[in-house]
Nanobody, 127 residues
């Protein structure tokens, strides 16, 4: 059974930092591209960042570029999202997801491309 478990969310002041983790089990982690998405109250789920299975390719939403960094440790079956310079508009539930087919820019931004999803972790940024 595939499980993706996010952790690291919480309440932080604007300008602060958080590091989210996504621990994967039940799949060959190194064979999956990983993505982070978020959903704020009353809004649709949106793409945040993605990383290819080797870590050699990454992609970011314009809204987080330069502030967030996605990474992965295939030995630990874990993906990360380092979030710096947080803003109130970053407040959302953050989800990690795993995508089996090969990396393709554009595809990595589509929620429908992903095969497995975590339950999400709440991030709240106070202004």
């Amino acid at each position: 059974q595939v499980q993706l478990v996010e952790s690291g969310g919480g309440l932080v002041q604007a300008g602060g930092s958080l590091r989210l983790s996504c621990a994967a089990s039940g799949l060959t982690f190194s064979s999956y591209d990983m993505g982070w998405f978020r959903q704020a109250p009353g809004k649709e789920r949106e793409f945040v960042a993605a990383i290819s299975r080797s870590g050699g390719n990454t992609d970011y939403a314009d809204s987080v570029k330069g502030r967030f960094t996605i990474s992965r440790d295939n030995a630990k079956n874990t993906a990360y999202l380092q979030m710096n310079s947080l803003k109130a508009e970053d407040t959302a539930v953050y989800y990690c997801a795993a995508d089996r087919p090969a990396w393709a820019y554009g595809r990595s931004r589509l929620a429908g491309s992903y095969d497995y999803w975590g339950q999400g972790t709440q991030v709240a940024v106070s202004s």
